[in-house]
């Protein structure tokens, strides 16, 4: 994940992501494929997972970062919300909240067991003996990428959970107010609210660092 430094930065300057056009076409072809999934259509059930697997596999790209100091890997934690989605589809009730905010409020609760386990368990890889000269990071790139990564958590930390997601999901992968109010479940008006505050309070932070 990006710092908090560029994350404040960010913000000033909106990017373009197809990811938008993507999110839009995936929540409109849902509408028909909902009821016939949630009566046991597996023909149904596989269609969803195959519109939402490569929202969720950015997103938790997004959210896990290097994923070399977990104990699972981001593929892992696609598909334990994959398998999360379908045992969760009789139970999804359209009540003003989106599937798409409903598949996202899944992932989040995997992406922050996949953080908690890999507190539990962490994972320290060994370096294997190269056959060739390698360019890749060393051990200091590598240290210092963990020291910024850590400060990053730490920092974000400070914000509610529902900033948090803001954003990851308005800054890291760059969608606009309303796809983040569809992906949460809140008016656009409420995310922009939501994204000042938790900026706000991330500059203060650093400030007073």
Not at 9 to 25: D, I, M, Q, V
Not at 67 to 88: G, H
Not at 129 to 146: C, H, K, Q, R, Y
Request: hydrophobic share 45%; net charge positive.
């Amino acid at each position: 994940m990006a710092t908090e430094h560029h994350i404040v930065a960010s913000s000033k300057s909106g990017t373009a992501n197809p990811a938008l056009s993507e999110s839009r076409r995936v929540s409109a072809e849902f509408g028909p494929l909902i009821g016939p999934a949630a009566a046991g259509d597996r023909a149904a059930v596989t269609e969803i997972l195959r519109l939402v697997h490569p929202l969720v596999r950015r997103y938790c790209a997004a959210r896990l970062g290097n994923t070399s100091y977990l104990s699972v890997t981001v593929d892992d934690v696609v598909q334990e919300i994959l398998m999360a989605t379908v045992n969760a589809i009789p139970r999804y009730r359209d009540q003003g909240r989106s599937f798409l905010a409903f598949v996202y409020g899944i992932s989040a609760n995997k992406v922050a067991d996949a953080f908690r386990r890999s507190q539990l368990h962490p994972s320290y890889p060994t370096a294997d003996i190269p056959d060739v000269p390698s360019t890749a990071a060393g051990p200091e790139e590598w240290a210092l990428a963990s020291e910024r990564r850590d400060a990053t958590r730490e920092l974000m930390n400070i914000l509610a959970p529902v900033h948090r997601e803001v954003l990851v999901m308005r800054i890291i992968l760059g969608w606009t107010a309303a796809q983040t109010a569809e992906a949460i479940g809140t008016s656009p008006g409420v995310v922009r609210v939501m994204q000042h505050r938790a900026l706000n309070k991330l500059r203060s932070e650093l400030k007073a660092a």
